[in-house]
């Protein structure tokens, strides 16, 4: 909790470059992924990025309710991002408000475009997604599991999405913004992606940056994703260790 | 821990994610894979299967997508004027038309179609017609089909299916011929086992659980057939 | 549900943009065209019609005196609101706002809380008590495609366009003055909207494009050279495409600031016509 301050701080990089948790500029906070932890989803995932922790489910391709909802030609991808009310420093009122529906469609997006739908016509594959503990991130965290999650149940995919922010902090880019940081740095960039074919299915933008800035955090967000990717891949192996 | 030891040492299979590229496009392809600027990738977690000529991969998870001809396990759910309504845990609901369950009907009959089959009732069935997002339609008209009512269910993944299965049937005849139990395996992932003694039944499960766990690795068969062997010979003791 | 696109629609508006013509025989960079109507609505604070080629957007400006939010005490409120009016379109349904609406409230949000367009911090009448809340309702009545960059110009529009009372404090209550001040505006934010067909990006996708699009993306610019909000709202795009896109927007965005001042420019002088006027009658 020590850097989660009320007040902006001074300094959000202190003069040896170091960032209030202790990362450099351009370090991930540590991530764990763990596949396949509920039993009655059809594929799920826990991930933990530095401190938010976030579990997704996947139920589907599974009929549709109400059935007017069907799509003729393929299924209906529904996301809920939904945060506990303990996830925050403040409590959160449970129940969606405007920023989670927002975000739950923007996941959607980002899942989207990596599973081949048109495979089960007229059914669903809804995706919760459970944050538990929010540190700044959740999205990226929260699209990084729920890709493992849609691979875990077995749905085709052309690709995993793989998701990280970068933003610009006391006038410089870093990578992996954390909550202080995304508060009250200058600026946040959270993408997705799929690595394979380097294609963006993610990508939002608030705060303030120029052309050059904006070029310099999509290629430090891109090396992360590849990085990441491997995290995604071997957590995926791992459930089939025996 | 002797346990734990044999374990590590089984051997696994080539495990494959989405989106991993399996092979140049030089081969026939088999499911589960698809093709990008020249190359074949895997769409699913799977094991690669691949010789000279093709490649596919088999999937580690999956939901029960029916198709013509398969036999499947399901549960009467609803009665409608024409049809029974039957869950066969799938995202597409089946349904068994009254001239698909009885050839002659009396008319008296058809007004009572829930009494000659009721909700809840757990058929061994065969998708007669299905295709792309369609209910399938079921039939009980065939050799081994119709209702059953003695057994126990076991739910397991679709994906695993194959396996319990084995190549030709090799595995599920072992588990037959071995413990004297019937055992229907539906291609939706219900399985009925029928034991006269309940040991068997739970070893069958156990056993079932086992290939479920272990259907990436190598040499199953061996040590299914093993484990039977030890657990029967306790059983008769 | 929305409706079944014809494939052969999608290959055709497809085969055009591949030679760079477009369905309404439009260049790829080119806008349809806007007509901007600031103060058209006499009861709110400030307001604006928007006509972009065939969508119809009216944004409207009200003021309120209330609380400041608990983490920002020294900063004026902002909230903004999209409704999707049925009669706007028949994909739309009467009801509370769905997740389209609310992506669209929130993008425009950015686009001016990002860019500190309205400076809020001068939005206070007495820090941590009293402050102006300032509402931006968009109200869809047409749509015809490209919504977000339809409303962005009607909520900047109606925010330069705005009037407010003066006001203070007087033995611990506000007093509010008939004198009327515009609001602190200090950027004029822009956005452009871009949409993919295979390899080609064209702005200002109209209502037939944007249902065959591979992919959709918003992208807000300051007016001192700064991307403030980028929302990507569907579809996928390549590295290449993206910084494309960046580039196509910082051009086209100066454009469409041009034409929110030219509006407003108008608007002021026709205002102060009318002050003269009614001097003269005096």
């Not at chain 2, 499960?205 to 259907?215: L, V």
């Not at chain 3, 080629?53 to 409207?60: C, E, F, M, R």
């Not at chain 3, 349904?93 to 001016?112: K, M, Q, S, T, Y």
């Not at chain 3, 590295?239 to 927007?249: D, G, R, T």
Request: charged share 30%; aromatic share 4%; with cysteine.
């Amino acid at each position: 909790m020590s850097y989660l301050l009320k007040e902006k701080p001074k300094k959000l990089i202190n003069e040896n470059g170091l960032r209030l948790d202790g990362r450099k500029r351009l370090e991930l906070r540590p991530i764990k992924l763990k596949v396949g932890t509920l039993k009655n989803a059809n594929g799920s995932a826990y991930i933990e990025w530095g401190r938010n922790k976030i579990i997704v489910a996947v139920y589907g391709p599974r009929e549709i309710h109400p059935k007017h909802m069907a799509l003729p030609t393929e299924a209906r991808l529904r996301c809920r991002y939904s945060m506990a009310a303990f996830s925050t420093p403040e409590r959160k009122r449970p129940g969606p408000d405007r920023r989670s529906i927002e975000l739950s469609k923007v996941i959607k997006e980002a899942l989207k475009p990596a599973l081949f739908l048109e495979r089960f016509p007229k059914t669903a594959i809804d995706v919760f997604i459970e944050v538990l503990e929010s540190e700044g991130g959740t999205r990226v965290a929260s699209i990084t599991a729920a890709s493992i999650a849609l691979a875990d149940a077995g749905i085709p995919m052309r690709d995993l999405v793989a998701a990280c922010a970068a933003g610009k902090v006391d006038g410089q880019i870093v990578l992996d913004l954390n909550s202080a940081e995304d508060m009250y740095g200058e600026a946040d960039l959270p993408i997705a992606m799929m690595p394979r074919k380097k294609e963006i299915t993610l990508i939002q933008m608030d705060g303030k940056m120029s052309i050059d800035e904006f070029n310099e955090s999509l290629k430090i967000c891109i090396d992360a994703c590849d990085k990441i990717y491997e995290v995604q891949r071997k957590a995926l192996i791992e459930k089939f260790k025996v | 821990m002797k346990n734990k030891k044999r374990k590590t040492e089984m051997e696994i299979r080539e495990i494959v994610t989405p989106g991993q590229k399996i092979s140049p496009r030089n081969k026939r392809m088999g499911d589960n894979v698809f093709v990008e600027e020249g190359n074949i990738y895997s769409e699913r977690m799977g094991l690669v299967e691949v010789n000279e000529k093709r490649v596919e991969v088999i999937p580690l998870s999956s939901v029960y997508i029916p198709s013509q001809g398969d036999i499947i396990v399901g549960v009467v759910q609803d009665v409608t004027p024409t049809s029974w309504v039957v869950n066969i845990f799938s995202p597409y609901t089946a349904y068994l038309p009254v001239s698909r369950a009885f050839q002659n009907l009396r008319e008296s009959e058809k007004l009572e179609l829930n009494k000659k089959i009721r909700v809840g009732e757990v058929l061994v069935a065969q998708v007669e017609i299905a295709g792309y997002g369609i209910n399938p339609i079921l039939t009980l008209i065939g050799k081994r089909l119709g209702r059953k009512r003695k057994g126990r269910l076991i739910f397991v993944n679709p994906a695993k299916v194959p396996r319990i299965i084995g190549k030709k049937g090799s595995m599920i005849n072992i588990l037959m011929k071995e413990t004297g139990c019937e055992v229907i395996i539906g291609k939706n992932g219900v399985i009925i086992v029928n034991c006269e003694d309940e040991e068997k039944e739970a070893l069958i499960h156990e056993i079932i659980r086992k290939i479920e766990r272990e259907s990436h690795t190598k040499g199953l068969t061996n040590r299914v057939e093993k484990l039977l062997d030890e657990k029967l010979r306790k059983c008769k003791k | 549900m929305s409706e079944v696109v014809p494939p052969l629609q999608k290959n055709y508006i497809a085969n055009l943009v591949k030679k760079g013509k477009r369905i309404d025989s439009r260049k790829l960079d080119e806008y349809r065209e806007i007509k901007i109507t600031p103060s058209f609505i006499g009861n709110a604070e400030g307001s604006a019609l928007v006509e972009l080629g065939g969508t119809k957007v009216l944004v409207g400006i009200k003021l309120e005196i209330g609380e400041p939010f608990k983490d920002t005490p020294d900063k004026g409120v902002l909230i903004t609101n999209a409704e999707l009016v049925p009669l706007a379109s028949p994909e739309f349904e009467p009801g509370p706002p769905d997740e389209n609406a609310i992506e669209l409230a929130r993008v425009v949000d950015r686009g001016i809380r990002e860019s500190e367009a309205l400076n809020l911090e001068k939005m206070v009448i007495k820090e941590g008590e009293h402050v102006w809340l300032t509402f931006i309702d968009i109200h869809i009545l047409d749509h015809d495609g490209n919504l977000f960059d339809a409303s962005t110009i009607g909520a900047v529009t109606a925010l330069l366009t705005a009037k407010k009372p003066k006001a203070y404090m007087e033995n611990g209550e506000v007093k509010i003055v008939d004198e009327w001040e515009p609001l602190p505006m200090e950027w004029i934010p822009a956005s452009v909207t871009i949409g993919r067909i295979n390899e080609k990006l064209m702005v200002d996708p109209n209502f037939e494009e944007e249902n065959v699009l591979d992919a959709k993306i918003c992208i807000v610019f300051d007016d001192g050279n700064k991307i403030c909000a980028i929302q990507k709202v569907f579809g996928v795009l390549s590295i290449e495409q993206m910084k494309e896109a960046v580039k196509l927007s910082e051009k086209k965005s100066s454009e469409i600031r041009q034409m929110i001042m030219e509006a407003v420019k108008g608007e002021v002088e026709k205002h102060e016509k009318r002050k003269g006027k009614k001097q003269k009658n005096r």
